[in-house]
């Protein structure tokens, strides 16, 4: 569990050619986790994090969590050495802004291979606020606020992580705060015979779900392709065959045959443009079922050579609501919204100009 918790935990990541990624898992409550990380009947699991790309290729990783215990005695276990490598790391602390840390991961026996983060205190506001700034996970922030029973907790790190190692990050945090659960409660990690197998199962629960997440983000590519391709049938195979398409004007085809012959009857008829989007956010809101909302703008056909636009009438609001049958994801909703955005011309001008520049990196139409 080497850096945050996870073989290796790594810092960044990157986005997809629909922009940003907001990769989130469902957060709903589940069960709880057992010492094994299985599912213990009758609990509250703790939500899982998530993950948001910034700019610059950075990421922001965030956990929310209610614990038992007032603010100032999860402030001990953050920031106490004695505390902290009961759950984190061994660790060397300044207790003031500007003061030098560093922390020092247990689970391995060889010094070789053991992970350490060096920084300095960023922010020190007893018991409300720490921020780290380290060389191996970014920008660390606790923030601590009293809550019915104990604390409310948001835990953030702003960092660069590869995409290969965005799940195993994801579940390695996510096991450090189960720790530190378990330490406000007076139990120790033994790390000496520290084990993979808790890691393992919130690895494997984030690896899920944000596979998920990646294959509603390839159904709404699989619509846009199809549009762009002018073709009826490929825009409509990625919805269920009871899926609905709103269009634009508010026009409803339902069923993916009529989806398919409407669309095959504009292509005949109209020159059509090409779209461009950019991905706002998808996430799982419960059992077998997903949002996507997108931004997408429309380039007008029969543009001259070099010239790439966009109409900004025809800026849209997208939402894709997807479901899960027999294994396989597929579309339920598809829906066009115009991006009017009445009274906020800046807002209307600014996503323009992002579409614009969209477009100017995509390929023209064919």
């Known amino acids: 569990m080497s850096r945050a918790g996870a073989p290796p935990a790594r810092p960044g990541t990157t986005g997809d050619r629909e922009g940003r990624r907001h990769m989130s898992t469902d957060g709903t409550a589940g069960d709880a986790t057992a010492p094994d990380g299985t599912a ?30 007032p603010p100032e005695r999860v402030w001990r276990a953050l920031t106490d050495p004695a505390e902290l490598s009961a759950w984190l790391a061994d660790a060397d602390l300044e207790p003031a802004a500007g003061g030098k840390f560093e922390l020092r991961w247990l689970n391995t026996a ?12 960023t922010v020190f506001d007893p018991p409300r606020l720490l921020e ?68 393992q199962v ?22 846009l392709d199809g549009w762009n391709a002018r073709d009826g049938r490929a825009f409509a195979a990625p919805f269920r065959d009871d ?13 993916r045959a009529e989806i398919a012959a409407r669309m095959e009857e504009i292509f005949a ?12 956010d998808v996430r799982l809101v419960g059992p077998g079922a997903a949002v996507l909302h997108a931004v997408a703008g429309m380039v007008p056909p029969g543009a001259p050579d070099g010239a790439v636009d966009v109409n900004a009438d025809a800026n849209s609001v997208q939402t894709v609501t997807a479901s899960q049958l ?13 991006a009017a955005y009445h009274g906020r011309p800046d807002d209307a001008a600014a996503l323009t100009a992002e579409l614009r520049a969209l477009a100017r990196r995509e390929p023209p139409n064919p």
């Open 40 to 69: 213990t009947p009758g609990g509250t699991a703790a939500p899982d994090g998530t993950a948001t790309p910034q700019d610059g290729g950075r990421t922001l990783l965030r956990f929310e969590r209610r614990l038992r215990h």
């Open 110 to 121: 060889d010094p070789a291979e053991q992970a350490v983060a060096r920084g300095t205190v």
């Open 132 to 199: 780290l700034d380290s060389d191996l996970h970014g920008r660390l922030r606790f923030e601590l606020a009293p809550a019915p029973g104990g604390t409310h907790l948001v835990f953030t790190s702003d960092v660069r992580v590869p995409g290969e190692y965005l799940v195993q990050t994801l579940a390695g945090w996510h096991l450090h705060l189960d720790y530190l659960e378990e330490a406000l409660d007076g139990a120790r990690v033994d790390w000496a015979n520290w084990t993979t197998g808790r890691w």
């Open 202 to 223: 919130h690895h494997d629960r984030y690896a899920a779900r944000l596979g998920a997440l990646d294959a509603v983000r390839g159904l709404y590519r699989a619509i």
């Open 243 to 255: 899926g609905v398409s709103i269009g634009f004007d508010g026009s409803l085809h339902a069923g």
């Open 269 to 280: 008829h109209h020159p059509t443009a090409r779209y461009v989007a950019a991905v706002r």
């Open 326 to 338: 027999m294994g396989q994801w597929r579309v339920a909703l598809f829906q066009t919204t115009p």
